[in-house]
């Protein structure tokens, strides 16, 4: 049986977050380019790369990307989106990633983490961000805050987008935030039926990252609460953006 990262990142994913804007995306990549203070040409790899948002937004910044992703709808989207080839993309499990070593830095955005049932699973992504990171090189984990996101969370909601009955509800169990998504086609002549898809990420704190970051080769030294230098606070800040570099 396929794992629900593999199914709900299609189609229906491009509707649920037709939301996310290319503009939002330029203005995060230059907060992350000001806490990376990466030279014009560096290598960076944009880990879960979706559809490419911050992909283009970095290349177009000057710097030499590579997106990975697992799913061929969102590359297929990405590869749309950059008509003139100019990111490099390429479809990988994070765990294994398809690459060598040599990037300067790896962004992993919109917490594209925490997505398997093992403890060790997260550890093998961990440590093959430290193995295509060259000596030093740096990385951003742009994760969610787990003590906001408990505290925040909106159990149900539900709206019509494109003909599209979109119902989302959410849950904490068992150390991870859980989303249920069901998508209806409102047409009253269709006899299609509902599609329902899992999102599902273990809510790590700050003090788990620090320990398996150390534990796979990578220091942590900055936390913020959001782009544009945030203080990243425990109990209110809704992201727990982490950059730091391999040892």
Known sequence: MAEWYERSFGEDYLLVYKHRDVQGAKREVHTMISWLDLPVGAKVLDLCCGMGRHSMAL??????????????????????????????????????????????????????????????????????????????????????????????????????????????????????????????????????????????????NREDFTEMLKSSGLQLEHVYGGYGDIPYEPETSPRMIMVGRSL
């Open 59 to 204: 290349v177009e910044a000057g710097y030499e990307v590579t997106g990975v992703d697992l799913s061929d709808v969102l590359l297929r989207e990405a590869r749309k989106n950059d008509p003139n080839g100019r990111v490099t993309w390429l479809k990988g499990d994070m765990r294994q990633l398809p690459l060598e070593s040599g990037f300067d830095a790896v962004v992993n955005l919109f917490s594209s983490f925490g997505y398997f049932e093992e403890d060790t699973e997260h550890i093998k992504v961990l440590q093959e961000i430290r193995r295509v990171l060259k000596p030093g090189g740096q990385f951003i984990i742009d994760f969610l805050n787990p003590a906001y996101t408990v505290e925040h969370l909106v159990p149900r909601s539900e709206r019509v987008d494109e003909g599209q009955h979109i119902t989302e509800e959410r849950s904490i169990q068992n150390g991870y935030v859980k989303k249920n998504i069901t998508v209806r086609n409102m047409d009253s002549g269709t006899t299609d039926e509902p599609r329902h898809y899992l999102e599902r990420i273990k809510l790590y």
